[in-house]
């Protein structure tokens, strides 16, 4: 019996530890995969003779602009948010009440100028409130063309990582382009971009010692406050 309660009380603690072991650090939805590599193109023998073949045509005197699977685009991250909003209100509210009488039987005049009730109330309230928020996000990340849309839009994604030591900085981006927002080098401010999805996290010792371990986040899961 003593052996049966053992695997009862396992079986419940096994899975909240592995909740409490699973990382609660918040990811962005980067469009995956973030390289694409383009499929081989395979021209079927012209027979009509002509040079130009639409199966496989692309100018050959033009300014280079991404536009197929595979072609690499510049993105120039630049994004800044900034918010502020500020809230006032008061209230007050008086209010006073007053009685006196003027003849009572069996008493004399100056007894009755005793005899009176009077009364006030007030109520105010002053609330005030500010909430301020900043983000300046900059750099750049090249990325890869990884779909054409039907309208000719470009769904590009691309990750950059950094290690230094025992430490990894990793840049994530991705995003919908339209090829007419291209500049000249191949590039484009990351404010003309839809969709825009950046992940910038670190691995490794420094990132870790700003978790929470795994301890404490099991007993962070299972409390009830």
Known sequence: MTHLRKLRWLGWLAPALLSACVTTSPRVEVVEPTQ??????TYAPASNGAIFQAAGYRPLYETYRARMVGDVITVVISESISAKQETTSSIEKKGAVSSAISAVPLLRLDQIAKLGASGSSANKFDGTGSSVSTNNFTGTITTTVIEVLPNGHLIISGEKQIGVAKNVDVLR???QVDPNSIQPGNSVTSTQVA??????M?????QEAQGIGWLARFFLNISPF
Not at 195 to 200: A, P
């Open 36 to 41: 694409a590599r383009p499929s081989a193109a």
């Open 173 to 175: 981006f991705s995003g």
């Open 195 to 200: 969709n825009v999805r950046i992940e910038q």
């Open 202 to 206: 670190g691995r490794g010792a420094q």
